[in-house]
């Protein structure tokens, strides 16, 4: 039931993921742990676990045939972050541990997405999950106030109402879909942040459309400067690929699309009065000595980023 060549694991079966009948010869009433270390052994030898700090973890009923209650404050890895769950977890499948039922809420704090290479900014969430280890699907929201990219140095709040299911034995991710607000822009993107074979590292492959957004939201993000270039409507379409790397995600990222931009005007005054005169001349009235007026311009094409 693993995922393949980076697709979504399939659905539960409720019969064949079933845990064995018979009750545990074994049944812990309290558990707690302080600073504990889980590691989850992945299914390739070679690749090495994913580890969890574990502040504190506290469970009831351990073994029994019955969910076991539990709430539990940890630090994610990557991004680095603080996480406190309240669930139930179990029981334990013995027959095939990643089919072990888990479900509960999360809430996700001062995440710093500067550690991936190019980007920046402090990542806060909160949320629901439910399913097994294989296959949870999670709910929620997450929100970047400063979301920034390294090279350019601009913020752009950044706000996420997301869908998603999580592999839990590899952290393979799959967004169905992403409701996000760049700015004032609005966007949505569907697809996936897996680990391939033979790869180091996770690929991030999305399909994003932006429809009603604004041209200058995304141009505060990628153009330096106190004011963007251009204000105007946008519509986008373009598939956004991010291949793992040590390299800035500038560096790396790909891009295939159209857009197009509709009363578009330029923040130079200069671009903008040839803009004019342009369109002046262009309805003959190059020689009527009266000034320009100030024209919109629309754009529509194609863009490729490699």
């Known amino acids: 039931k ?7 694991p399939p659905p539960r079966d409720p019969v064949h993921d079933a845990p064995p009948t018979g009750r545990s010869p074994l049944i812990v009433e309290d558990l707690l742990t302080e600073r504990a270390v889980l590691k989850i052994l992945r299914r390739e030898p070679e690749k090495e676990p994913r580890v969890f700090e574990i502040a504190h973890l506290s469970m ?3 073994g029994s045939n019955d969910p076991w209650p539990f709430t539990a404050k940890l630090t994610n890895p990557t991004p680095p972050g603080d996480i406190e769950v309240e ?9 095939q541990p990643s089919g072990t039922a888990l479900g509960g809420k999360y809430v996700f704090r001062d995440a710093d997405l ?3 290479k190019g980007i920046r900014g402090i990542l ?21 106030p ?3 990219l390294e090279a350019v140095g601009q913020p752009v709040p950044l706000t996420t109402t997301f869908t998603a299911v999580v592999d839990g034995t590899n952290g393979n991710t799959w967004l169905r879909p992403v409701e996000a607000t760049l700015g004032e822009s609005p966007l949505t993107a569907s697809g996936g942040i897996v680990e391939k074979d033979g790869q180091k590292g996770r690929t991030v492959t999305l399909d994003i459309v932006m429809s009603g957004a604004r041209i200058e939201d995304v141009l505060r993000l990628a153009v330096k400067g106190a004011e963007p270039p251009m204000t105007g409507a946008l519509d986008l379409k373009t598939h956004f690929l991010l291949p793992p790397g040590e390299r800035d995600a500038i560096d790396k990222l790909q891009l295939d699309g159209t857009f197009k931009i509709a009363s578009g005007r330029f923040a130079r005054g200069s671009v903008q009065t040839k803009m004019n005169e342009l369109s002046q001349k262009a309805r003959g009235e190059g020689n009527s000595g009266d000034p320009a007026a100030n024209v919109v311009s629309n754009f529509t094409g194609r863009f490729v980023m490699k």
């Open 114 to 116: 500067g550690v991936f």
């Open 2 to 8: 693993k995922a393949v060549d980076g697709k979504e």
């Open 87 to 95: 669930g139930t977890f179990g029981p334990w499948n013995t027959g």
């Open 60 to 62: 009831q009923r351990a």
């Open 124 to 144: 806060q969430s909160d949320g629901a999950f439910d399913g097994v280890l294989e296959r949870i699907e999670v709910k929620g929201t997450a929100d970047v």
């Open 146 to 148: 400063e979301f920034a």
